[in-house]
């Protein structure tokens, strides 16, 4: 069975942080990149951060120095810690593994 179990969404104020999990089962996750994605209503997707194999990371500009992507090959488990939030983080984010996709988890930042 394939799949990606996604946790870590919730409710946080401006300034708060967040992280979010993302788990993969039946696939050598360890021979694929990872990324996270985020999508908020009206707006196109997004992607927001990405992680080959080997480690190296990129982040969109709107993200960079807030957010830090990482993994876990040993739990067959990625990672964004979100620091420093914004209103307009507000969005779902998914996390995606080759053509595999999370079921997404929300994110809210509100005062």
């Known amino acids: 069975q394939v799949q990606l179990v996604e946790s870590g969404g919730g409710l946080v104020q401006p300034g708060g942080s967040l992280r979010l999990s993302c788990t993969a089962s039946?696939?050598?996750?360890?021979?694929?990149?990872m990324g996270w994605y985020r999508q908020a209503p009206g707006k196109p997707r997004e992607l927001v951060a990405h992680?080959?194999?080997?480690?190296?990371?990129n982040y969109a500009d709107s993200v960079k120095g807030r957010f830090t992507i990482s993994r876990d090959n040993a739990e067959n488990t990625a990672y964004l810690q979100i620091n420093s939030l914004k209103p307009e983080d507000t969005a779902v984010y998914y996390c995606?593994?080759?053509?595999?996709w999370g079921q997404g988890t929300q994110i809210t930042v509100s005062s």
């Open positions: 992680i080959t194999h080997f480690g190296s990371t």
């Open positions: 995606t593994i080759a053509e595999l």
């Open positions: 039946g696939i050598s996750f360890r021979l694929n990149d």
